[in-house]
């Protein structure tokens, strides 16, 4: 039975890089929402496009509405990661777990943006998922292991910083960070190292 699981994992390889991609592009083509409306003008010029417009006309709240959906994102990106990171010791499985958790954390996080919202406390939360899941990724790099290429261990311990880039690159988290955490996750999904390596 472990062997057919572990010939299932690595079949799947490729569709969970094509999964955590899709979860970089979802937060990259829904990031102008609620970045504008944070006030980042950087993504002012999207809004020339019908599609950007009559997708921001539809809604109520944009702002809420398009942070919350980033939880898919957290979602699609930590399934992706799931099988391999899990064979990255306990420090990978919690880094998996952690970008998992994002999903409700930042859809609870941006429902309650109101001052006068049950849970407002929340509201950011998903900075500290992502803070997190970086210091979390030093943690991966250390349990991985030597079956897992160095330069792979290299990459998991930068993911803060990465993250941070991803953040002043585009302006806004959590949607910046998820587009480079997406990169990351594919580049970690097609380097892990097969279980019977």
């Not at 991985?144 to 953040?167: D, E, F, H, M, Q």
């Not at 480079?180 to 580049?187: D, H, M, P, R, S």
Request: glycine content about 10%; proline content about 7%; charged content about 10%.
């Amino acid at each position: 039975m472990g062997t057919s699981r572990s010939a299932f994992i690595d079949r799947s390889r490729s569709w969970r890089a094509v999964l955590a991609g899709v979860g970089g592009l979802w937060a990259l083509a829904i990031l102008p929402f609620p970045a504008t409306d944070f006030g980042v003008p950087l993504w002012n010029w999207v809004f020339r496009y019908r599609l950007y417009f009559w997708a921001r006309a539809s809604v109520h709240d944009p702002y809420i509405v398009f942070g919350a959906l980033a939880g898919l994102s957290f979602l699609a990106i930590g399934l992706a990661l799931l099988p391999d990171l899990r064979r990255a010791g306990w420090g990978g499985g919690v880094m998996a777990w952690l970008v998992i958790a994002g999903a409700p954390v930042t859809a609870l996080s941006y429902l309650n943006t109101p001052p006068e919202a049950p849970l407002h406390f929340l509201w950011g939360a998903e900075a500290f998922v992502l803070i997190a899941v970086g210091l979390a990724g030093i943690l991966a790099a250390v349990t991985a292991g030597s079956r897992w290429p160095l330069w792979v261990r290299i990459v998991l311990s930068l993911t803060l910083p990465l993250l941070v880039a991803g953040t002043l690159a585009t302006g806004y988290w959590p949607h910046g960070p998820l587009v480079v955490l997406g990169v990351e996750a594919i580049v970690i999904i097609l380097a892990a190292p097969r279980r019977d390596d």
